[in-house]
């Protein structure tokens, strides 16, 4: 499976600052993970943002995000967020920052 090469690039710009951060292909995508806990990551022309599973029912409030059900069975603290919806920066920077909100808690791996 393809993704989006144009927001993955995107997301490594944007990430690119941090200190531990690095990629990894996973799920036929790729994935942006701080200090060894995925942090976010693109699969087809979508976003992917853990934003941990207290968070999730307000993360799913939000335009374009709907439920990671990636192998049939939904992910606990993870949202999938329509490509559409991340295509300005302002709305790309909200849902890293979600994410950053609850990796950093992680211990690192």
Known sequence: MAY???????LGDALGGLPGMGSKKMFGG???LWHGNMLVGVIGDDLIARVG????EDALTQPGARV?????RPMKGWVIVDGAAVSEDE????????AREFVEALPPK
């Open 4 to 10: 989006d090469e144009g927001l993955a690039h995107r």
């Open 30 to 32: 790729i994935a942006f």
């Open 53 to 56: 599973p207290e968070a999730q």
């Open 68 to 72: 990671f059900d990636f192998t049939g």
């Open 91 to 98: 709305a790309l920077e909200d849902w890293i920052a979600r």
